[in-house]
Each structure stands twice: as structure tokens, then as C-alpha cells.
């Protein structure tokens, strides 16, 4: 892998230092720039306390997988080779992207994303560090977003299916156990109800952020087998979250140590662990690297 | 020139759009619970907000009691995809009739595509400053008794409806207590660090 230093070119150390005439590289620098800070203070509404502890909470919001996408981001932005000086178009799209961010509502944040992601590619050409900075974000879009309004629309199905799924190792497993729509349990004792929160899906989409990102910074390019890992991490992830489901759903004792216990952090640790090692398996394995 | 002119600019834009972003937090969802209290209080009924142990797994319930009446109604407040449905089964009983009500509209039955569609109406007006209400993503479902429905006369969309172009309306209830009904726990937010 490429060391930072590697990655910023001569001309764009002499951009940063405001000699050089803007380039398109610095100009997409300057709008990744914006959308990250933007998103990072997008999320501030749900945060009390005094100003340095308001930081230290914003910044622990986010996942790790989300900081490795922006890392991704920027590096891949800073390795392109987009060295040609800016047009007017390209001042005007990224100014109209930029501006999104005025408009009031958390989503305008996400659709300055999901846009600057769609003016990247556009500008990509053959370009493959763009194209891959273009890729990210989309991912970071699709999960801080997007991933949520498909979610909003088919959660009561989407949940059905983890309630499925639960019920039926449930039933397999423990005797008297049943499951009805989205409530999983003993019919006269203790039982879940499987809320929107807790479905397997969001981390799906948080999964395949890491995926994504760790693909694209060891190799601009895709290759088909690159999928099959997609595909291995949406099952780990249905896997583990159904594991917990089902632990919880065993008694009040279980309940309470998986879900706000230190069952939950465990759960969660290996979680990101598996995740984090099917992606760099998938982007190291022999014959994925070029 | 022209480059640290445009520099110049990028960075303004920077301070401009988070400075916006930090002026606007805390403007996301409505409150709509006190500006139900306070339509019940309006028909000179009685209106309590249960605890959230006794309101549980739901957000927030408020009890009501129509003059006349010899039982509570109830108003659930719920998200708009009805993930709670299977819980409003359990909870409202056999002798009540419910209905769900969400800004402009109100329903018989759980439409979840027509609540988002009334969302996505009232959202994109209220985007384009034309709307009448303040858009969260909260709807009521009333359930009240089969011998005495009166809640009818309750315009619910006035929730929703803001006095002035802000919030919608709004003041302070004490919460009364409850008991809780069902051992059935939900299961919350989970996700990777």
C-alpha cells in the first residue's frame, strides 16, 4: 500500500502551498473537504454539553467504517491524476454542489454527497483514483442516507424477515418458543419485538461501506470475484445480528445482557472484526491485487 | 489571483455552509405530543401523558377521557412504517375502535404507503416554504371506546399545523404514571462500531 506521502504529488503540495493555479484535484479536495465537515456537523442536534465535549460526542457518533471511507476519499482524490486547471463548469458544479448544504433538513447533506459523488464520476474520464473517490462516497451516501429511506420505506418487511429468521432457528432449537409477525418469543412469557434499529440491515450497508473502502484503496479497479465478498459479509452480518436476536429472545437474563449489557459490545466487536477481515481477505486475496 | 480569489471562496463556502448547519441544529423533528395534550384539553377533556415504563415499547401515549365517557382512549404515537403494529394489537382491546391520523389526512385502517405519500407531499411543500405543517415522521393512532367515539370532533391535523410558520403548537404536561402491560421488550439499536 501506498504511503500518504506517495499519494500527494509534487504539483499538489505546490497547490496546497497557494502558488500553483487551481486544479481540478485541489478544487474536488476543497468540496470532499466541505461535505465532510458538513456531515460531521449535520449530526450535531442530538448533542449536549459544552463546546469541546459537543466535538469529542460528534466525533464518536460515527463509525470507524465511516472515518476509512472519508480516508479513502481524500486519499483517492489526492492520487488523481485530475491535474488539468479547473473550467468554468467545474467551479459552477462544485459551487452548486456545495451549496446544497443550505438547505435546511439533515438530507441536504447526503444529496451534496450522493451529487458530488455523480460529478466525480462524470469528470472521472480514465481516471481510476477519481472513479474510486466517486465509488466511496456513494457507499458513504448509501449508508448514511439513502440505505435509511430504503429501510424507512420496506422496514415492516425487512423486519419480518429478521423476526423470520429468529423465529425459525427459535422454533428449531427451543421447545415452546414461537414467532408471530415481528414478535419472537414464549407466548406466555418472555418475548421480543424486533424494531427497525435492531435489523440486520443497517449494518449490511455499514459492511459494505468497509468493503468498498478497503477494495478501493488497495485497487482503483473492481473484479467480478470482488461481489462474491460482498455477498460473504451481507451473510456474516445476517448471521451474527441473528445470533443476538436469538440470545435475547431466551430469557429476561439474556435479554438484558445482549442487548444493553456487555454482550452488546461483544457482538458488536465481532461484528467489525469479521467485517473488517472478509474485506481485506477480499482485497488481498491471490489474484484480486494488480 | 484568480486561484486564491477561488480559494478564497471554497473556504468561505466551508465556514458558510457549517456555520449554517450548527445555526440550524436542534430544527429536525417536532414535538407533537404537548399540541395534543393540548386539542384534548381544548374539547374540555381530561388528558394525561403516561410514563414512558407504562408507554413502552411505544415513543409516547397520551390517555384521554371524553366527558361523558366511562373509559380512556388512548393516542399512540407511532413511526410511519408501523413497525410497532403487532404491539398496538396487543395493547388496544377488543372493545376499541382505532383510526390513524398524520398531518392533513386520516385513515381507517394502517396505510403505510399512503402515510408516506402524505409525508412526501407535506415534505416537499414545507422544502418549498408552501407547506401548512411542521413534517416529522410521528403519526397517532387513537384508539377509543366502541360505546363512546367522540374523537371525531378532534381536528388532529392542528398537531402538525404551525401557528406562525415555526413549531407547531405547544406547551408543558406533568406525566402521570401507568402500569406496564406486556413483558415483551423491544429490541434497539445495534451497530458496528
Same mark, same amino acid.
Given at each position: ?10 504539483d ?11 486544479v ?35 466525533l464518536l457518533s460515527?463509525?470507524?467504517? &465511516? ?9 483517492q ?12 463548469? +467545474?467551479?459552477?458544479?462544485v459551487?452548486?454542489v ?22 466525480? &464520476?462524470? @469528470?472521472?474520464?480514465? +481516471?481510476t483514483?477519481? @472513479? ?28 419480518h ?16 418458543m ?14 421480543l ?32 470475484s ?19 436476536? &436469538? ?5 429476561? +437474563? ?6 444493553t ?30 | 489571483m ?10 468561505g463556502?466551508l465556514?458558510?455552509?457549517?456555520a ?24 374540555? $377533556? ?9 408507554a ?11 366527558s /361523558?365517557?366511562?373509559?380512556d ?13 403487532p404491539?398496538? !394489537? ?5 372493545d ?10 386520516? $385513515? ?7 402515510l408516506?405519500?402524505? $409525508? ?8 418549498? /416554504?408552501l407547506?401548512?405543517y ?15 367515539q ?9 398537531? $402538525?399545523?404551525?401557528?406562525?410558520? /415555526? ?21 434497539? !439499536?445495534?451497530?458496528?462500531?
Open positions: 500500500m501506498a504511503s500518504a506521502h506517495d499519494l500527494i504529488s509534487e499538489f503540495r505546490r497547490s496546497l502551498s497557494g502558488r500553483a493555479a487551481l481540478q484535484r485541489e478544487l474536488f479536495l476543497w468540496l470532499a473537504l466541505i461535505l465532510f465537515a458538513n456531515q460531521l456537523f449535520s449530526s450535531s442536534t442530538d448533542v449536549v454539553g459544552v463546546f469541546g465535549e459537543q466535538i469529542v460526542q460528534i460515527r463509525s470507524i467504517f &465511516y472515518y476509512l471511507g472519508w480516508y479513502v476519499v481524500f486519499s482524490l489526492a492520487a488523481s491524476k485530475a491535474g488539468r486547471t479547473v473550467s468554468r463548469f +467545474d467551479i459552477a458544479a459551487f452548486s456545495a451549496l446544497l448544504n443550505l438547505v435546511p433538513g439533515q438530507g441536504s447533506t447526503w444529496l451534496a454527497t450522493t451529487a458530488a459523488a455523480l460529478l466525480l &464520476y462524470a @469528470r472521472s474520464q480514465n +481516471d483514483n477519481l @472513479r474510486a473517490a466517486s465509488v466511496v462516497l456513494f457507499a458513504l451516501a448509501l449508508n448514511g442516507f439513502w440505505g435509511t429511506k430504503l429501510f424507512d420505506a420496506f422496514a415492516y418487511l425487512l423486519v424477515v429478521d423476526a423470520a429468521l429468529v423465529g425459525l432457528a427459535l422454533a428449531f432449537t427451543q421447545p415452546g414461537e414467532w408471530q409477525g415481528t414478535i419472537v418469543g414464549q407466548p406466555n412469557g418472555h418475548s419485538i424486533i424494531f427497525g434499529p435492531c435489523s440486520s440491515f443497517h449494518n449490511i450497508s455499514l459492511g459494505l461501506l468497509c468493503w468498498v473502502s478497503i477494495t478501493k484503496i488497495t485497487r482503483p479497479t473492481w473484479i467480478r470482488d461481489f462474491a465478498v460482498a455477498l460473504i459479509i451481507c451473510a456474516v452480518v445476517i448471521f451474527l445480528n441473528t445470533s443476538r436476536l &436469538y440470545l435475547m429472545a431466551l430469557s429476561e +437474563d439474556h435479554y438484558a445482557y445482549w442487548h449489557g456487555p454482550g452488546e459490545q461483544i457482538m458488536a466487536s465481532i461484528m467489525t472484526v469479521s467485517v473488517l477481515l472478509i474485506s481485506l481477505w477480499g482485497a488481498f486475496r491471490r489474484g484480486a491485487r494488480r | 484568480k486561484a486564491l480569489a477561488l480559494r478564497a471562496a471554497l473556504a463556502l465556514v458558510t455552509t457549517v449554517f448547519k450548527l445555526l440550524h441544529a436542534g430544527a429536525s423533528q417536532a414535538d407533537i405530543g404537548s399540541a395534543v395534550v393540548d386539542l384534548i384539553a381544548q374539547e374540555g $377533556w381530561s388528558a394525561r401523558k403516561l410514563t414512558a415504563e407504562a413502552a415499547p411505544f415513543s409516547k401515549v397520551i390517555a384521554f377521557r371524553a /361523558g365517557c366511562a373509559e382512549g388512548q393516542v399512540y404515537f407511532v413511526d410511519l412504517g408501523f413497525q410497532l403494529a404491539m398496538l !394489537d396487543r395493547s388496544i382491546g377488543p376499541y375502535t382505532r383510526y390513524v391520523a398524520y398531518l392533513g389526512r386520516k $385513515w381507517a385502517i394502517q396505510d403505510r404507503l399512503g408516506r405519500l402524505e $409525508w412526501l407531499k407535506q415534505k416537499t411543500l414545507s422544502t418549498l /416554504g407547506g401548512r411542521a413534517v416529522n415522521e410521528i403519526a397517532l393512532v387513537i384508539a377509543e371506546p366502541r360505546a363512546c367522540v374523537s371525531d370532533k378532534v381536528d388532529w391535523s392542528a398537531a $402538525w399545523r404551525r401557528p406562525d410558520g /415555526g413549531q407547531p403548537m405547544t406547551s408543558s404536561v406533568a406525566p402521570a404514571g401507568g402500569s406496564v402491560l406486556f413483558r415483551t421488550y423491544v429490541v434497539g !439499536d445495534f451497530t458496528i462500531r
